[in-house]
């Protein structure tokens, strides 16, 4: 059974491209009970203009046994998002890594 464990320390809110609106960075880490490699997840809601909200997301796999391989993904608003917030998620991302690593 999987079950989201939510990094406090690495949830944000943050205007990383400085235009005055707020981006939200949700950070959590999918535990479940297997070996499998599990996700970790930064979830990023902003406004793309007007009333419009957008969520997009990056996910690593942290792997948990030696067959495994880390890898990255980010779906395709991730790669809309500007410059600023990607990075922003990236970094965020990075140090969420290191807390359950």
Not at 3 to 10: D, T
């Amino acid at each position: 059974m999987a079950q989201p464990k939510y990094l406090i320390n690495s949830c944000k809110i943050e205007d990383a491209n400085q235009e005055g609106f707020p981006e939200f960075y949700l950070t959590y880490f999918e535990e479940s009970d297997g070996l499998d490699a599990k996700p970790l997840k930064v979830i990023v809601y902003t406004r793309l203009g007007g009333d419009k909200f957008s969520k997009s997301k990056i996910t690593t796999w942290i792997p948990f046994q030696p067959e495994h391989q880390y890898r990255e993904e980010n779906d395709a608003n991730f790669r809309l998002l500007p410059q600023d917030i990607r990075l922003k998620a990236e970094r965020i991302l990075k140090e969420a890594k290191k807390s359950i690593m």
